[in-house]
């Protein structure tokens, strides 16, 4: 028996000009349902905030911004800043290189073994 031909594929789309590092709509969606969220709660949503914007729609708008921070190093310029305008931290730091957080500091408090800076200080005495 012969087989029949196959199917040729449809020809891929091209990318346009209004894609997603031109601001496109999906990320303008996003920044809108982070901008209502913050406005209403005063910090960042948590990984499972589903914000209901004004048109009716739902935006799961915490797995956004963990996805655009993972991007975040194929965000253009002026995505960033719309996201630091909306008090996003990491959006101010990139390409600042790694972020260290120290704890604060207090009267009599002493870097444990395990901080990451103990180890330059030297050995306790």
């Known amino acids: 028996m012969k087989k029949a031909p196959r199917a040729r594929r449809a020809a891929a789309k ?3 000009a209004t894609g997603p590092r031109a601001g496109g ?4 969606k996003g920044l ?10 005063g910090a960042l949503p948590g990984r499972a905030v589903v914000e209901r914007l004004p048109d009716g729609t ?14 975040r190093d194929r965000l253009d310029a002026t995505q960033l800043a719309a996201l630091a305008e909306l008090g ?12 260290v957080l120290l704890p604060p500091e207090r009267s009599g408090h002493r870097a444990s073994p395990t901080h990451a ?8 005495p």
């Open 25 to 28: 709509e999906a990320f303008q």
């Open 14 to 16: 091209t990318a346009t």
């Open 32 to 41: 809108q349902a982070l901008a209502q969220y913050i406005a209403r709660e």
């Open 58 to 71: 739902e935006h799961r708008t915490g797995i956004w911004i963990g996805n655009q921070k993972a991007r």
């Open 88 to 99: 996003v931290d990491w959006a101010r730091r990139v390409g600042s290189g790694p972020v």
């Open 117 to 124: 800076l103990s180890a330059r200080a030297g050995p306790r």
